[in-house]
């Protein structure tokens, strides 16, 4: 398969990622699960959000290891992208004070993380560690369906993250709500196909 297209689409789609990050935080009305745990670590602790999403995302992977889950070098790119791009357009954007303004960053956020998803899933280089700890999970205990424990961690984090002061609003719904959705949108354009039998072989497991 020609790296030429997957590597770039794995970083875009990495680098949107962290941008919507960044645009829902900054609408103050909700933020997805994950991220809701994030803000409040990063509230507790002072350290920046993009720094936690990292740290958070280092002893995630190592749960990967009893689950005989393996990286890919998107799993790795997702570590090291995604909080620093968070963090970069954070500082970047202006401070919108107008619920206009937050509405509208809240609705471009959810959409750029739909896309992003697509982008960075679609380029079949690696799972991210958050998602890859539900799949691994979902593996290892195949009586309980993927659903059930992508809902069970969420639930998890987003009680944990609101306790620290994360913010969880009507964003959070409308992410829930949206985000299966705007994946099952994206992914058919943007998954790179898998090669064929007579081509190269050179693809990475897939997430």
């Known amino acids: 398969m020609n790296l030429v297209r997957r590597v770039p689409q794995l970083l875009l789609g ?3 990622y962290g941008a919507s990050m960044a645009l829902m935080i900054e609408s103050g009305l909700g933020l997805t699960p994950w991220d809701v745990f994030h803000q409040g670590l990063a509230e507790v602790t002072g350290v920046s959000f993009g ?10 992977l190592l749960l990967w290891i009893p689950l005989r889950q393996r990286p890919g070098v998107g ?11 968070a963090d970069a357009v954070l500082a970047l954007l202006p401070a919108g004070t107008s619920l206009p303004y ?3 960053d ?8 739909g896309f992003a998803t697509g982008l960075y899933i679609g380029s079949r280089m690696g799972a991210g560690p958050r998602d890859g700890l ?15 424990i992508r809902t069970g961690i969420e639930l998890l984090v ?18 829930a709500l949206a985000i299966g959705p705007l994946a099952h949108l994206f992914l ?20």
Do not use: C, Q
């Not at 720094?51 to 995630?60: A, F, N, Q, S, T």
């Not at 809240?106 to 993380?113: D, H, K, P, R, V």
């Not at 058919?188 to 997430?207: F, K, Q, W």
């Open 158 to 175: 987003l009680i944990a993250g609101f306790l620290l002061g994360g913010t969880v609003g009507l964003g959070t719904i409308a992410y």
């Open 106 to 113: 809240l609705i471009a956020g959810i959409l750029l993380n």
């Open 102 to 104: 937050r509405i509208g």
């Open 14 to 16: 990495l680098i949107l």
């Open 188 to 207: 058919p354009y943007l998954t790179v196909p898998e090669p064929t039998r007579a081509g190269p072989v050179d693809a990475v497991p897939a997430h």
């Open 134 to 148: 539900m799949t691994g999970l979902a593996r290892r205990f195949p009586k309980v369906s993927l659903r059930v």
């Open 75 to 85: 799993t790795i790119a997702n570590v090291l992208v995604i909080g620093f791009t």
């Open 51 to 60: 720094w936690i999403v990292l740290l958070v995302g280092i002893p995630v």
